[in-house]
Structure formats: C-alpha cells, structure tokens
C-alpha cells in the first residue's frame, strides 16, 4: 500500500495549529479597501465585512449556543454581526421554525446574551425585527395574521390560514409594536435595528408588494401609498432609537415576478423618496430562495445585476450579499459602487474567520462556502444550523468546537486515516492539528472520495472545495503524511498505529432497497441496473431510453437525470413521491431542479415506484392504489439507499486478539462508512472523530454536548 514507517526525526508540534504556527503575513494593499471603517448613522464599522441576518435553527430555543456562534463570528473579523429575523410581535409567529423572538420583556436576557458577546470581540451587534405579517401561520399563539389583505398564509407549507385585512385601527398597533421592539432592542445593547421589508417574508414586504396588496385607501394603490407604512415604521424606529443604534431597511430590489410584485422601479421610486431615510441599505433579491440560491443555479455575485445602480440614488452606505467568497470580487463590489459593506451569510458560515484570513493574507486558509444550503436545511428542519464546509457551525457552544482552533493531541499516539474522502480528509487534518502524527493513506489516486466525484456530476463543481480546502491543510501540515494504496487489515496489524479510523465510504445499493422496498425487488438480469457508483465512474447505460428510480429524494436522482437528459438518453424519473428531488425543499431548490428537468423533456413520474424490473423495462406501482404499469426502458438507474464500505472495518474487529502485539488501541467506523449520510455529516464525522480521540468514551450514558431546557414559570 505504500505506507512506510514515519520518518524518524521529524518536528511535531503538539496542538498547534498550521494557522497559528504561521507567521501572519501581510496583506496586498489590493484588499485595503475592505479594511477600511464605514459610519452608519452613528456607529462605525471598524471594516466592511458584515455578516447579514440569517436564519440558524437556533434562535430562541437555544440560545447560549446561538449567541456562541454569533461570538465566534465576531472574533472572526465581521465588523457587523446580525441576528436573524427576530419576530417583533406574539402574532408574528412563524412557528415551526425557529427564530429569535422579541415579544415582550422576556425576551431581552437571550437577545442581550448575543449582543454582548459579539461586543466583546469588537463587532457591532445589528437586529433584524420581523412582522410576518400574513407570512407566520401563528401556529403557537393561534391569533388570526394580519397581511394587506384577506389571502391565505404565503409560507413554505400549507397550513389552512388565512391572515386579515389590516385596517387602520390594526396598523397602528403594528407601528406600536415595532417601536416597543425598537425599545427593547436598545435595551438588550443593539448597535444597529432593522426594518425588515425584503424576501417576502414580512408584513411591510406584503404592502410594498402588488402581489399581496390590492388594497384602495391611503396603504395601496400607488408605490408611494404601497412604500407608507414603510416609510412610518422607519420614521417610528429613528425616532425610538434616537441616536442610541443605527437603523437599517432590508428591502427586496426586485421581486422578479414582472408586474405583479416589486419591480426595479417601484425600488428606485422608494429608494428616490425614501432614500436618505435609514442609516444603511440592505439590498435582497426576490424571496428568501431567490437571494440564497445553491451554486448549482446560481454563481458568486449572482445578484449584482440587479443592485447595481441603486448605491446612486442614496448617500447612505449600503450593503448586499452574493455568497461572496472571492476577495477581489469583494473588491471590485465595492470600488465599482455597487455596494459599500460586504454582505455575507452562507460564506460567513462556512468561514467565521473569512475577514482575518484575507486580512492576514491566509487565503489557502478560506472554507469556502460550496451553496448547498445545507446551512438553510437546518432551519427548514428546525434544527440547529449544520455546514458542509464548517462542521464546527452551531457546535461552538454545544460541544466547544472552534473553527480555528482545536485542543493539543492527549498522547504521542499514531494514527492512520483509512480513506481520503470528506471523512477521512476532515479527521487527517484536524487531527494533524492537534499535533498527532497521522498517515492519510487512500486508494486512489486522488484524495476527495465522493467529493470529488460528484463534483463531476451537472451543477455541483463547487462540491470540490471540499476536497480542495483540506487537501491544501494537511499538505502544509508536518504531522500528516499522505500514502497511496489499498490498506487491508495484514498491513494495519503490521504497523505500530495506536488508532485507526476507517473512513472507506459507502456504495449505492443495487438491489432497489430503500424507503420504499425494504428488501430486494424482483430483478431481470436481462435489463441493465445501473448505480450512482456506476454513472460517477463514467460507466453510462446503453440505449435509449433509461428509467431512474429515485427513492433517495435528496439531489441524486435529479442530477442524474440532467446528466443523462443532457448526453441524450430519454429519461423518465419515478418517485414515490409527489415532486422530485423532494427533500430539497429544505435546501429552497426543488422548484428549480422540477423546473430544469421538465425543461430538458423529463418525464417525471410522481407517486409511483418500480417494483420489478424485466428484459424491456420495468413494473411501476402506484404508491397509493397499488395499479401497476409497464414502463419501457433499456436501463435502469437506482437511486435509493447506500450499504457501509465497512469491510476492512468488520475485519479488523474481528480480529481484536492481535491488536494486542499490533499496539493497537482503538479502531473506529467514521462517516459513510459509520453510516451512510450527506457529505455534511460525513464531514461532522471526521471532525467528532478528531475531537473525541482518546477522550473518555461512555458509549452514549451522557448526553455529549451542553443543551438548554426551559425554564419552568411557576407563576400563577
Ligand atoms: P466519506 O464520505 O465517508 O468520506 P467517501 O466514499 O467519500 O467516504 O470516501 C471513501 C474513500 O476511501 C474513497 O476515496 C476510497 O477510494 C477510499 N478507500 C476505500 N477503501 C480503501 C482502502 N481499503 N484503503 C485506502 N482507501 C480506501
Ligand atoms: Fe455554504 Fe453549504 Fe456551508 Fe451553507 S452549508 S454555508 S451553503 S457550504
């Protein structure tokens, strides 16, 4: 396998990292531009790094860890440091997710908590209120919503809600409200308030909007009668904060819906009335799924086209995002004039320490954000926000992960890294870390796993960074080396490694098991079943016409089928569920991964699951009836569960009597060879692995991480 006895003689720093060992170097007078303070109002901004509100799953539910990771932010160089949308009213409330909430007094310590902890790391500290308006469903508070006009609920699900025609009794309640949450907000030590009036996600968004507002006294009609009760909560919110915190507008630029909803010009009539209003501008794009698209549908500074222009019509600063990760594009946003702050959300996520890295001239440094909106899945499924790139997101506080930092090695123990894909790589490169002497050793050629080769598939070349961001840690860490070859388990038993992780993946089944089959379907070996494992590896299925069963329902099976659509198979995608790639939902892209294969003459099959397959095609069943169906085809594609890689695994445990005479300590599963999942878990994986190395290990007795319970109120 290639892998020697480590060369004698060679420096281990125990515990420090590659980042800290490093000298800083400095940085190219190219970036000084984004170093430089900007005023907002009457709050500086020590650079024009600024981290705008977003969501974390986190919000008032678990707040120590929220206000951690908004810390770890600001330590990170972010001059500004937002909260998400922080609801303003009881019946504003957006349940199921969870956001942060600033309903009456009782909210203050949780959100003061954030504040002053992004405070002692030097950032300003900004809040984005919220009224939902006809956007929250109310589910907890269960009080009827309130929009423009009497319309059903615009959330993400369906809930049977209607929201109620504000009438002007109703509005000026609203106005109160959100001057009471000015209040608090200056209260809980806020640099800097938000009115919210973008992503169609709150009240002032509605009445702004055509779409939602057909109404006929002074709040519709025109764009000045439309923009009023944003104009009046911005007027109420200066007045409230009186100088004590800038106020800042976050409003939708184009809601690209033509005529219907906010157009470019309904913006440069509110930007030309209103423009000098607030302190800062924060410029969104669209609905929230318009302005954080995944890569595979949209590039870095996807939103440029569509702001610039209107940093013209005001003199105050303003900000914007577009998963900016490139520091000259960072660069030319600004000395361009499209905008004056730096916006981020998902890059800051994958990289709390973007700011100081380009800084310090550290750019191998950057995690790059990939746009998986993994980070959104985690508000989509009310759980703390998780990230491809920085498995350390939302565990800062909970299990007291860094992203820069990570605790010294406990022993001069060796370890071996079985396989180089996400797993694996993050284990080597923490670890190495850590100062522990690590062999990376990994079968092919290249490191990156399945990183690497689904960054091959349609839209997912980003995925690489993956690979390519610990790839260029370990190689100018001296505690790792790398070696190339297939480990079997003589070779482990040979060598002197106290511990061994094992992160040799997973493969797609070809049996039809999954959700829907729960043991093999009836399979004629006369059609040709083709894998996951198969198409990455560049085999593709032979004739024309090729039938995809996609019961994995995350992005697989739909980029399959783009691949196989676009080299000019007929494609027919079957799906036991009611849309394709249905979890991705909860990454904001299933409505342009339908689109995109309608566009490219899939034919999508809803509610229906191959049941068998036979020499001219397969048996389809309807989920619901049971009615089956003949489908022809001259392949077929499963896409639906993965079996552990894990034979090395298994045999190593079953030999633990040599471990013994190997020195051998521990040998353990990590990632998809542990259990299959996303790249994000398998890179949490790797990560838990190296943090926990040679910790006591109690086999799950205590719960591993630190968690908030609520407060009993015993009042009667
Ligand atoms: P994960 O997502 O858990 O990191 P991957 O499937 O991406 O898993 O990566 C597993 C890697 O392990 C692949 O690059 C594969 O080539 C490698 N590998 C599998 N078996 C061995 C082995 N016995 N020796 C070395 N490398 C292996
Ligand atoms: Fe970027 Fe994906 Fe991390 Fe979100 S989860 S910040 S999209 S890498």
Redesign the pocket.
Known sequence: ?GVGPIPAGRRIVPGVSAQTAREPTKRSSRYDVLFESVQIGPVRARNRFFQVPHCNGMGYRDVSAHAEMRAVKAEGGWAVICTEQAEIHYSSDITPFIEARIWDDKDIPALALVADRVHEHGALAGIELAYNGMNGPNLYSRVAPMGPAHLPVATFTTDPVQARRMDLDDIADLRRWHRAAVRRSIEAGYDLVYVYAGHALGGIHHFLSRRYNDRTDAYGGSAENRMRLLREIIEDTLEEASGHAAVACRITVDELLGDEGITRGDIEEVIGSLGELPDLWDFVLGAWEDDSVTARFGDEAEQERYVRGLKALTAKPVVGVGRFTSADTMVRMVKSGVLDLVGAARPSIADPFLPRKIEEGRFDDIRECIGCNICVAGDFTMSPIRCTQNPTMGEEWRRGWHPERIRPRATEAKVLV?????????AAQALGHRGYEVIL????H????????EARLPGLASYVRVADYREAQIDRLRTVERAQ????ADEILDYDFEHVA??????WRADGVGRFHTHPMPLDPALPVLTPDDLMAGRMPEGERVVIFDDDHYYMGGVLAELLARAGRRVALVTPAHAVSNWTTATMEQHRIQRRLLELDVDIIPARAVAATAADGVLTRCVFTDRERNLPADAAVFVTARLP?D??YRELLERRAEWGDAGLRSVEA?????C??T?A???W??RRYAEELEEPNDRGDTVPFRREVTGIDRSK
């Not at 079985?418 to 993050?426: F, I, K, T, W």
């Open positions: 396998m079985v396989g180089g894909g996400p797993a694996g790589l993050e050793a990994e079968a092919s290249s490191l990156g796993g399945r990183a690497a080769s070859g297939t480990v079997t094992i992160a040799t993946g997973a493969r890689a034979a090395l990590v990632g998809d060879c542990w299959p999942g790249i878990a398998a890179v994986e790797g």
